[in-house]
């Protein structure tokens, strides 16, 4: 889970410091194919831990396996997870900005103008309570 994250969130798109402190805390997600490679990941937040709401975050598919529509299966995935773990809440996530188009496919909206989180443009975007 960690050497996917830092091989698309240090190596690809960064620097910057991945191991925020929150997975002690966190859900992890672990999508892998049926060798058990690790294809992708996400973690869900409890609300209070990065926002007041649900947290997913750490959204990441392995850069050869992109374009399959397995980003699309694994955020449906922790959405139906955080149902089930919080049912009718909220999720709020710190989208980067240019993946805001695959995030209304999940029904999130953006709440926040852009901004700056480790040199890379972010927005908030929000999932009502269903």
């Given at each position: 889970?960690?050497?996917?994250?830092?091989?698309?969130?240090v190596l690809e798109q960064?620097?910057?410091?991945?191991?925020?402190?929150?997975?002690?805390?966190?859900?992890?997600?672990?999508?892998?194919?049926?060798?058990?490679?690790?294809?992708?990941?996400?973690?869900?937040?409890?609300?209070?831990?990065?926002?007041?709401?649900?947290?997913?975050?750490?959204?990441?598919?392995?850069?050869?396996?992109?374009?399959?529509?397995?980003?699309?299966?694994?955020?449906?995935?922790?959405?139906?997870?955080?149902?089930?773990?919080?049912?009718?809440?909220?999720?709020?996530?710190?989208?980067?900005?240019?993946?805001?188009?695959?995030?209304?496919?999940?029904?999130?909206?953006?709440?926040?103008?852009?901004?700056?989180?480790?040199?890379?443009?972010?927005?908030?975007?929000?999932?009502?309570?269903?």
């Amino acid at each position: 889970m960690l050497a996917l994250r830092s091989k698309v969130f240090v190596l690809e798109q960064g620097p910057y410091l991945d191991a925020d402190g929150a997975d002690r805390a966190a859900w992890h997600l672990l999508g892998r194919n049926a060798a058990g490679e690790l294809m992708a990941y996400l973690r869900m937040l409890d609300p209070g831990i990065k926002f007041d709401e649900v947290s997913i975050g750490r959204v990441v598919v392995d850069a050869a396996r992109r374009g399959q529509g397995i980003g699309h299966a694994l955020l449906r995935e922790g959405l139906a997870r955080c149902a089930g773990v919080w049912p009718g809440a909220a999720v709020r996530i710190g989208a980067q900005a240019h993946l805001q188009a695959f995030y209304r496919q999940h029904g999130f909206v953006t709440a926040s103008a852009e901004y700056l989180e480790d040199g890379i443009a972010h927005v908030q975007m929000l999932r009502s309570a269903r």
